[in-house]
């Protein structure tokens, strides 16, 4: 029987159970064998990712023509206008290529949300606000790529949830089994 584990991955952390020699992995908080991430999320991004100890359910979860959603929460610096949302839905033109549509909503701050360490910068005369992104796709950074070409840099992204599988109210180096 397959098994799933459901980890809060924080900031500054490689997807990977191998030693870089400048990051923490995923051995620092998950010490049991056989587990391989279904995904990945870059070292600067924060979140749930699955891990699984069946190689053909990874590929089924990481595979893009099961087009399983992503929901990110995404704090961007500046307050989209609706342009900017619009396009972020119909797709954005990157350099490799029209990402799909992405459902986008403004949303208020995460209640209960983690602190960052070490934290977002803040700018005093330049607000920040939060979009709940949803890709049905997985290009290489993509969502801050997306964001930046519509004028709103990304500053802090958070993985949600992927297909059911959701982050709830896990705190960040913290893993449990579903």
């Known amino acids: 029987m397959s098994r799933i584990l459901i980890f809060n991955k924080p900031y500054n952390v490689i997807c990977q159970f191998s030693d870089d020699g400048l990051h923490a992995t995923l051995a620092d908080f998950i010490q049991l064998p056989g587990f391989y991430p279904a995904g990945r999320l870059d070292t600067d991004s924060e979140g749930l990712l699955l891990l ?13 023509k099961h087009k399983l959603p992503k929901t990110y929460w995404v704090q961007v610096e500046g307050v989209p206008d609706e342009g900017a949302l619009a396009q ?26 983690w602190s960052r360490t070490p934290p ?8 920040v606000s939060w979009l709940e992104l949803t890709l049905h796709e997985g290009k290489n950074r993509q969502i801050r790529r997306m964001t930046a070409a519509v004028g709103y840099p990304t500053l802090r992204l958070i993985r949600y949830r992927i297909g059911d599988w959701v982050l709830d109210d896990m705190e960040p180096g913290v893993w449990r089994e579903v």
Do not use: F, W, Y
């Open 52 to 64: 699984t100890d069946d190689g053909k359910l990874q590929h089924r979860i990481t595979d893009p």
């Open 88 to 113: 972020l839905q119909r797709g954005v033109l990157l350099r490799d290529g029209l990402t799909r549509p992405a459902g986008v909503e403004r949303m208020n701050e995460p209640a209960g949300l």
């Open 120 to 127: 977002i910068r803040e700018r005093k005369n330049s607000p």
